[in-house]
């Protein structure tokens, strides 16, 4: 704890298990934090309230009991009172081992977390879809912010009598630019392709890319579109349309916005 002051340390204070460093540490932060000072004072019958603890003070109140009965005897020294404050052994290993499972249990969900943010930033903007393993999207609920785009974005459409491909985009502007998902059907694989965002002043910037495969998307037997999403610097104003392009040319599908 002499890294960081740790609220809940309160009750291994309150029974006095902290060592010498990690009380002081403490008892600086306890001066400038109200509500850890609120809990402790609440804790400050923690002892009796403590499961198994009523049997334990019973009998320290009937060991006094009886050697005030046979005082005179001296055949029982009476506990002093630290010691018939004292919790069990028992509870104090329990708290001991809480707050080692309570430390563990912290790190390991900071280890979790920041593997978790590496991937979402090794990824990009530009993650498509999740895939079967079969290599074709995943259910909708599994899209994440391109189905999202696609379902609650500014919607675009168009499709080809030519190719047979249809799609829509969906639109949000975002401070760097525009955001964009799509949907696509129609397509027959194996291909490579893209999808270009092309701007009113004939600008182009690639949003994003992926492989169809032989199955392809959008079917008779492969029902499932594609849906990904990407970025281009393009702010939403400026676009003009949308182009899904081949890899080594030609272009399957335009979009006008």
């Not at 704890?1 to 990690?22: K, N, P, V």
């Not at 020294?77 to 309570?102: F, T």
């Not at 900071?110 to 079969?134: H, N, P």
């Not at 500014?154 to 249809?166: F, K, P, W």
Request: charged residues 25%.
């Amino acid at each position: 704890m002499t890294s960081q002051i740790e609220h809940t340390d309160i009750g291994a204070y309150a029974l006095g298990l902290l060592e010498e460093d990690d009380r002081r540490a403490f008892e600086a932060h306890l001066a400038q934090c109200d509500s850890c000072a609120e809990e402790l004072r609440e804790m400050s019958g923690m002892a009796e309230a403590l499961s198994g603890l009523g049997e334990f003070s019973d009998a320290v109140h009937g060991l006094e009991r009886e050697t005030e009965v046979d005082g005179a005897s001296g055949a029982t020294e009476p506990p002093s009172e630290a010691e018939s404050e004292r919790p069990p052994a028992e509870v104090i290993d329990l708290l001991r081992r809480q707050r080692r499972s309570e430390r563990r249990r912290r790190r390991g969900t900071y280890v979790i977390g920041a593997a978790a943010a590496a991937v979402l930033i090794g990824a990009g903007v530009t993650v498509g879809t999740g895939l079967r393993g079969d290599g074709l999207p995943g259910g909708g609920h599994q899209h994440g912010p391109a189905q999202a785009l696609v379902v609650s974005g500014e919607r675009h459409s168009g499709s080809d009598a030519r190719t047979g491909v249809s799609g829509l985009v969906g639109l949000s502007s975002v401070g760097w630019g525009t955001h964009v998902g799509l949907e696509l059907k129609g397509v027959r694989g194996p291909l490579r392709c893209r999808l270009e965002a092309v701007s009113r002043t004939g600008e182009r910037t690639v949003v994003t890319g992926w492989q169809v495969p032989e199955k392809g998307y959008g079917l008779p037997g492969s029902p499932q579109p594609l849906i990904t999403h990407g970025g281009t610097p393009i702010q939403r104003a400026n676009l003009d349309r949308f182009e899904v392009k081949i890899e080594g040319g030609g272009t399957l599908l335009t979009i006008p916005i």
